[in-house]
């Protein structure tokens, strides 16, 4: 079953015409706009035979609630996106994040980190909307995440396929002093509590970043960003799994 949703900014448009070409249905650009993003993506309309329509400014900020910066696109929105390139046995799950632009920031990480897939709990957590794909540069549109409704189950069923699991907690040791290697899930929590006692019960482990100034602690997306990084950083250097 699809629908159709609508994106804003060049970045989101850009990686949809790149990365689901099928996808798009059209695209709306503000009058007036020319330079090279403008000639990107009229290239790439006119290769896959989508609809290009110059407007006025004013009926793109009527279509788009945030910053376009004159670009929009409807997309037809599938049940399931495909699965992505990125590494299967590196999986984020996210807890009660409700700030759309902290799960764009978010997701922008995972994809640089090459995550394979993203869990998203479903019940008080933000959906991916045109706002948290416009934060996410685009990268929503290329990283896997699946709407999770029980947390716990999510990770069982991770737990009894040989993953090992661990949440981002600010009483948890270095990151850097735990195998981040093989197969592993990172669990972020929301932005006022954290992760759910189930949750932290279920993980193998808690991880931390520690801080070294007088704020006691990270926004979620960059405690992300740090995290995952921090597991690049030691699978470029090992070649050894669990």
């Given at each position: 079953m699809?629908?159709?949703?609508?994106?804003?900014?060049?970045?989101p448009?850009?990686?949809?015409?790149?990365?689901?070409?099928?996808?798009?249905?059209r695209?709306?650009?503000?009058?007036?706009?020319?330079g090279?993003?403008?000639?990107?993506?009229?290239?790439?309309?006119?290769?896959?035979?989508?609809?290009?329509?110059r407007?006025?400014?004013?009926?793109?900020?009527?279509?788009?609630?945030?910053?376009?910066?004159?670009?929009?696109?409807?997309?037809?929105?599938?049940?399931?996106?495909?699965?992505?390139?990125?590494?299967?046995?590196?999986?984020v799950l996210?807890?009660?994040?409700?700030?759309p632009?902290?799960?764009?920031?978010i997701?922008?990480?995972?994809d640089?980190?090459?995550?394979?897939?993203?869990?998203?709990?479903?019940?008080?957590?933000?959906?991916?909307?045109p706002?948290?794909?416009?934060?996410?540069?685009?990268?929503?549109?290329w990283?896997?995440?699946?709407?999770?409704?029980?947390?716990?189950?999510?990770?069982?069923r991770?737990?009894?396929?040989?993953?090992?699991?661990?949440?981002?907690?600010?009483?948890?040791?270095?990151?850097?002093?735990?195998?981040?290697?093989?197969k592993?899930?990172?669990?972020?929590?929301?932005?006022e509590?954290?992760?759910?006692?189930?949750?932290?019960?279920?993980?193998?482990?808690?991880?931390a970043?520690?801080?070294?100034g007088?704020?006691?602690?990270?926004?979620?997306?960059?405690?992300?960003?740090?995290?995952?990084?921090?597991?690049?950083?030691?699978?470029l250097?090992?070649?050894?799994?669990?």
């Open positions: 699809t629908g159709l949703r609508k994106i804003f900014g060049f970045h448009v850009h990686e949809a015409l790149r990365h689901r070409p099928g996808d798009v249905v695209v709306w650009a503000a009058e007036g706009k020319a090279r993003r403008f000639q990107t993506v009229e290239r790439l309309c006119r290769s896959q035979g989508v609809e290009l329509e407007v006025p400014a004013a009926d793109l900020d009527r279509l788009a609630p945030g910053v376009h910066n004159g670009f929009v696109a409807e997309l037809r929105e599938a049940e399931r996106k495909p699965a992505g390139d990125g590494d299967p046995t590196l999986v996210l807890e009660d994040v409700q700030d632009r902290n799960l764009g920031a997701l922008r990480a995972c640089g980190a090459g995550v394979g897939r993203v869990l998203v709990r479903d019940r008080g957590s933000a959906p991916v909307s706002a948290a794909v416009k934060a996410s540069a685009g990268a929503a549109e990283v896997p995440v699946e709407r999770v409704t029980n947390s716990a189950i999510a990770l069982e991770l737990k009894a396929d040989g993953y090992w699991i661990y949440g981002a907690d600010a009483g948890g040791a270095p990151a850097w002093t735990v195998d981040l290697t093989g592993i899930v990172l669990c972020l929590g929301g932005e509590s954290g992760l759910r006692a189930r949750t932290r019960g279920l993980c193998d482990g808690l991880i970043l520690p801080m070294q007088r704020i006691d602690s990270l926004n979620v997306s960059a405690a992300a960003a740090a995290l995952l990084f921090e597991a690049v950083r030691q699978r250097g090992s070649t050894s799994g669990r």
